[in-house]
């Protein structure tokens, strides 16, 4: 019967539903109702623990996947995708600069020579 709670206990879905809290309540009253050694029941709550670390990182993991699925499905842009294009943008950016740069410097000089034209006084 104990085997079998512990089984209970340590089942993903069920572990991962549940609080850590709960979890410990659920194993303190096994190791009461068992007469558990000192040993054993220390034992049991390390394993406890670690399976139900293990339930919460699964859990959290096909949680994870899930939302990125429902994300894509609905065809919601996420941070990474904001990321991706603001970087695409900036490097747009840097070479339309680039381009406009050498056309901009003999506008440039081009309008100045036209200032200083105009700024000779008429014989």
Do not use: F
């Not at 206990?9 to 190791?31: F, N, P, R, S």
């Not at 293990?54 to 065809?75: C, F, N, P, S, Y």
């Amino acid at each position: 019967m104990i085997e079998q709670l512990k089984k209970a206990l340590t089942t993903g879905v069920g572990l991962a539903l549940k609080t850590w809290t709960e979890v410990e309540a659920a194993g303190k009253d096994i190791i009461k109702k068992a007469q558990l050694s000192e040993k054993d029941a220390g034992h049991l709550l390390k394993n406890l623990k670690k399976s139900y670390d293990e339930a919460q990182k699964k859990m959290e993991g096909q949680v994870h996947r899930l939302v990125q699925d429902v994300l894509k499905k609905a065809d919601i842009a996420t941070s990474d995708d904001v990321k991706s294009l603001k970087r695409e943008i900036q490097g747009l950016r840097k070479e339309l600069k680039a381009a406009q740069a050498p056309k901009g410097a003999k506008a440039g000089k081009a309008a100045a020579s036209r200032v200083r034209s105009k700024a000779k006084p008429s014989s």
